[in-house]
Protein backbone atom coordinates (compact mmCIF):
# COMPACT_ATOMS: atom_id res chain seq x y z
CA UNK A 1 0.00 0.00 0.00
CA UNK A 2 1.13 3.68 -0.79
CA UNK A 3 0.58 6.31 1.54
CA UNK A 4 0.88 9.88 -0.20
CA UNK A 5 2.16 11.87 2.51
CA UNK A 6 1.90 15.42 0.42
CA UNK A 7 -0.18 17.81 2.46
CA UNK A 8 -1.67 14.89 5.32
CA UNK A 9 0.56 16.98 7.37
CA UNK A 10 -1.27 19.91 7.44
CA UNK A 11 -5.13 18.13 6.87
CA UNK A 12 -5.85 18.43 10.67
CA UNK A 13 -5.02 22.02 11.05
CA UNK A 14 -7.37 22.60 8.17
CA UNK A 15 -10.31 20.81 8.71
CA UNK A 16 -10.49 21.18 12.30
CA UNK A 17 -10.74 18.71 15.26
CA UNK A 18 -14.30 18.30 14.56
CA UNK A 19 -14.65 17.01 11.37
CA UNK A 20 -16.12 14.12 12.20
CA UNK A 21 -19.13 15.35 13.91
CA UNK A 22 -19.26 18.22 11.02
CA UNK A 23 -19.69 14.91 8.65
CA UNK A 24 -22.34 13.36 10.59
CA UNK A 25 -24.65 16.41 11.28
CA UNK A 26 -24.30 17.83 7.59
CA UNK A 27 -25.48 13.96 6.28
CA UNK A 28 -28.70 15.07 7.50
CA UNK A 29 -29.22 18.08 5.29
CA UNK A 30 -31.21 17.51 2.25
CA UNK A 31 -28.19 18.80 -0.24
CA UNK A 32 -26.18 15.40 0.97
CA UNK A 33 -29.21 13.59 0.07
CA UNK A 34 -30.11 14.72 -3.33
CA UNK A 35 -30.09 12.49 -6.05
CA UNK A 36 -26.94 13.62 -8.48
CA UNK A 37 -27.58 12.39 -12.40
CA UNK A 38 -23.86 13.31 -12.94
CA UNK A 39 -23.55 13.76 -16.72
CA UNK A 40 -26.78 15.34 -17.20
CA UNK A 41 -25.37 17.72 -14.34
CA UNK A 42 -22.49 19.08 -16.30
CA UNK A 43 -23.61 18.08 -19.86
CA UNK A 44 -27.11 19.92 -20.05
CA UNK A 45 -27.10 19.92 -23.61
CA UNK A 46 -26.07 16.47 -24.46
CA UNK A 47 -29.13 14.94 -23.04
CA UNK A 48 -30.83 13.43 -26.43
CA UNK A 49 -27.93 13.34 -27.89
CA UNK A 50 -27.93 10.31 -30.46
CA UNK A 51 -23.64 9.82 -29.92
CA UNK A 52 -24.44 9.03 -26.31
CA UNK A 53 -27.17 6.77 -26.33
CA UNK A 54 -25.41 3.46 -26.59
CA UNK A 55 -23.72 4.12 -23.42
CA UNK A 56 -27.13 5.01 -21.14
CA UNK A 57 -28.62 1.99 -19.93
CA UNK A 58 -32.74 1.88 -19.47
CA UNK A 59 -32.31 -0.42 -16.62
CA UNK A 60 -30.66 1.24 -13.07
CA UNK A 61 -27.71 -1.41 -11.80
CA UNK A 62 -27.80 -0.71 -8.06
CA UNK A 63 -24.17 -0.41 -6.59
CA UNK A 64 -22.71 1.23 -3.04
CA UNK A 65 -18.80 2.23 -2.48
CA UNK A 66 -17.40 2.58 0.92
CA UNK A 67 -15.89 6.59 1.25
CA UNK A 68 -12.84 5.12 3.43
CA UNK A 69 -11.95 8.25 5.78
CA UNK A 70 -9.20 7.06 8.10
CA UNK A 71 -8.31 9.23 11.25
CA UNK A 72 -4.38 9.37 11.40
CA UNK A 73 -2.47 11.12 14.09
CA UNK A 74 -1.81 13.65 11.31
CA UNK A 75 -4.96 14.02 10.30
CA UNK A 76 -8.02 12.24 8.34
CA UNK A 77 -7.13 10.18 4.70
CA UNK A 78 -9.58 9.01 2.20
CA UNK A 79 -8.39 5.22 0.71
CA UNK A 80 -8.98 5.09 -2.89
CA UNK A 81 -7.91 2.13 -5.07
CA UNK A 82 -6.47 1.93 -8.52
CA UNK A 83 -8.27 -1.01 -10.27
CA UNK A 84 -6.77 -4.01 -11.92
CA UNK A 85 -6.09 -3.51 -15.54
CA UNK A 86 -7.44 -7.10 -15.80
CA UNK A 87 -11.19 -6.14 -14.26
CA UNK A 88 -13.53 -6.24 -16.98
CA UNK A 89 -15.25 -3.01 -16.29
CA UNK A 90 -13.59 0.87 -15.02
CA UNK A 91 -10.24 -0.90 -15.55
CA UNK A 92 -7.24 0.67 -14.44
CA UNK A 93 -9.63 3.76 -12.87
CA UNK A 94 -9.58 5.00 -9.37
CA UNK A 95 -12.28 3.97 -7.45
CA UNK A 96 -13.38 3.60 -3.64
CA UNK A 97 -13.81 -0.11 -2.83
CA UNK A 98 -17.17 -0.99 -3.35
CA UNK A 99 -19.44 -2.98 -6.07
CA UNK A 100 -22.84 -3.69 -7.28
CA UNK A 101 -25.24 -4.88 -4.78
CA UNK A 102 -25.78 -8.74 -4.69
CA UNK A 103 -29.61 -10.27 -4.16
CA UNK A 104 -28.59 -11.45 -0.68
CA UNK A 105 -27.08 -7.96 0.64
CA UNK A 106 -29.96 -6.56 3.32
CA UNK A 107 -28.48 -2.92 2.39
CA UNK A 108 -26.60 -1.03 0.46
CA UNK A 109 -24.01 -0.61 3.29
CA UNK A 110 -23.93 -4.07 3.96
CA UNK A 111 -23.28 -4.42 0.00
CA UNK A 112 -20.12 -1.69 0.64
CA UNK A 113 -18.21 -3.22 3.18
CA UNK A 114 -18.64 -6.60 2.00
CA UNK A 115 -17.02 -5.47 -1.39
CA UNK A 116 -14.73 -3.35 1.09
CA UNK A 117 -13.55 -6.64 2.97
CA UNK A 118 -12.95 -8.61 -0.36
CA UNK A 119 -11.07 -5.48 -2.18
CA UNK A 120 -8.70 -4.53 0.36
CA UNK A 121 -9.14 -6.63 3.27
CA UNK A 122 -10.88 -4.43 5.76
CA UNK A 123 -13.31 -6.33 8.30
CA UNK A 124 -16.69 -4.89 8.82
CA UNK A 125 -16.10 -4.15 12.35
CA UNK A 126 -13.17 -2.04 11.92
CA UNK A 127 -15.45 0.33 9.76
CA UNK A 128 -17.48 2.86 11.78
CA UNK A 129 -20.58 3.28 8.94
CA UNK A 130 -21.49 7.27 10.10
CA UNK A 131 -24.48 7.86 7.27
CA UNK A 132 -24.72 7.38 3.17
CA UNK A 133 -24.91 10.29 0.85
CA UNK A 134 -27.75 10.51 -1.61
CA UNK A 135 -27.51 8.55 -4.70
CA UNK A 136 -24.86 9.16 -7.61
CA UNK A 137 -26.32 8.42 -11.20
CA UNK A 138 -22.97 7.74 -13.43
CA UNK A 139 -23.50 7.92 -17.39
CA UNK A 140 -23.36 4.12 -17.87
CA UNK A 141 -26.36 2.61 -16.13
CA UNK A 142 -25.06 2.73 -12.36
CA UNK A 143 -26.99 4.22 -9.52
CA UNK A 144 -24.28 3.84 -6.40
CA UNK A 145 -24.82 4.65 -3.05
CA UNK A 146 -21.70 6.48 -1.10
CA UNK A 147 -21.10 4.81 2.20
CA UNK A 148 -19.35 7.10 4.49
CA UNK A 149 -16.92 5.19 7.17
CA UNK A 150 -14.25 5.33 9.77
CA UNK A 151 -11.93 2.86 9.50
CA UNK A 152 -10.01 2.11 12.19
CA UNK A 153 -6.10 2.94 11.72
CA UNK A 154 -4.96 -0.18 13.06
CA UNK A 155 -7.24 -2.33 10.12
CA UNK A 156 -5.31 -4.96 8.43
CA UNK A 157 -5.25 -3.12 4.90
CA UNK A 158 -4.57 -5.22 1.78
CA UNK A 159 -5.41 -5.66 -1.56
CA UNK A 160 -7.16 -8.27 -3.50
CA UNK A 161 -4.35 -8.41 -6.61
CA UNK A 162 -7.49 -9.85 -8.65
CA UNK A 163 -9.47 -6.65 -8.43
CA UNK A 164 -7.04 -4.01 -7.17
CA UNK A 165 -3.41 -3.04 -8.67
CA UNK A 166 -2.81 -0.31 -6.18
CA UNK A 167 -4.08 0.86 -2.50
CA UNK A 168 -3.46 4.49 -1.49
CA UNK A 169 -4.39 7.69 0.27
CA UNK A 170 -4.38 11.17 0.17
CA UNK A 171 -5.88 14.11 2.49
CA UNK A 172 -9.16 14.47 3.64
CA UNK A 173 -8.07 18.23 3.66
CA UNK A 174 -6.93 18.11 0.23
CA UNK A 175 -10.47 17.07 -1.56
CA UNK A 176 -12.50 19.60 0.86
CA UNK A 177 -10.61 22.40 -0.84
CA UNK A 178 -12.98 23.30 -3.73
CA UNK A 179 -10.30 24.67 -5.89
CA UNK A 180 -8.92 21.47 -6.22
CA UNK A 181 -12.05 20.38 -8.40
CA UNK A 182 -13.07 20.87 -11.89
CA UNK A 183 -14.75 19.50 -14.51
CA UNK A 184 -12.18 18.74 -17.46
CA UNK A 185 -13.43 18.11 -21.22
CA UNK A 186 -13.12 14.75 -23.13
CA UNK A 187 -14.53 13.60 -26.76
CA UNK A 188 -16.95 11.14 -27.50
CA UNK A 189 -17.63 10.76 -31.73
CA UNK A 190 -16.20 14.04 -32.08
CA UNK A 191 -18.58 15.67 -29.75
CA UNK A 192 -17.09 17.29 -26.36
CA UNK A 193 -18.33 16.38 -23.42
CA UNK A 194 -17.13 17.34 -19.49
CA UNK A 195 -16.36 14.95 -16.42
CA UNK A 196 -15.70 15.70 -13.12
CA UNK A 197 -12.25 15.24 -11.88
CA UNK A 198 -10.42 15.92 -9.02
CA UNK A 199 -6.63 15.01 -9.02
CA UNK A 200 -4.16 14.22 -6.41
CA UNK A 201 -0.15 14.12 -6.94
CA UNK A 202 -0.03 11.55 -9.50
CA UNK A 203 -3.13 10.15 -9.36
CA UNK A 204 -5.77 11.48 -11.76
CA UNK A 205 -9.04 10.74 -10.04
CA UNK A 206 -12.15 11.83 -12.55
CA UNK A 207 -16.06 10.19 -13.00
CA UNK A 208 -18.11 9.27 -10.50
CA UNK A 209 -15.27 9.11 -8.06
CA UNK A 210 -14.32 12.90 -8.20
CA UNK A 211 -17.80 13.40 -8.02
CA UNK A 212 -18.73 11.64 -4.88
CA UNK A 213 -15.58 13.61 -3.70
CA UNK A 214 -17.17 17.20 -4.48
CA UNK A 215 -20.46 16.16 -2.85
CA UNK A 216 -18.51 15.59 0.12
CA UNK A 217 -16.39 18.92 -0.30
CA UNK A 218 -19.49 20.76 -0.87
CA UNK A 219 -21.13 19.67 2.23
CA UNK A 220 -18.31 20.35 4.05
CA UNK A 221 -17.85 23.96 3.12
CA UNK A 222 -18.91 27.08 5.68
Not at 26 to 37: E, T
Not at 169 to 198: C, Q, S
Request: aromatic share 6%; with cysteine.
Amino acid sequence: MTITKGRIEKAHATLGGDWRERITENLKNASAQRLRMLFHEINPHLVGEKAFESRWSNERRDAAVLVPIIDRRAGPTVLLTVRSSDMPSHAGQISFPGGRLHEDDPSAVAAALRETEEEVNIPTDAVDVIGVLGVHEGGIGYSVTPVIGIVNPNAPIKACPREVAEIFEAPLAHFVNLNNHYTEERELKGIKYNMFAAPYGDYHIWGLTAAILRTIAEMLQE
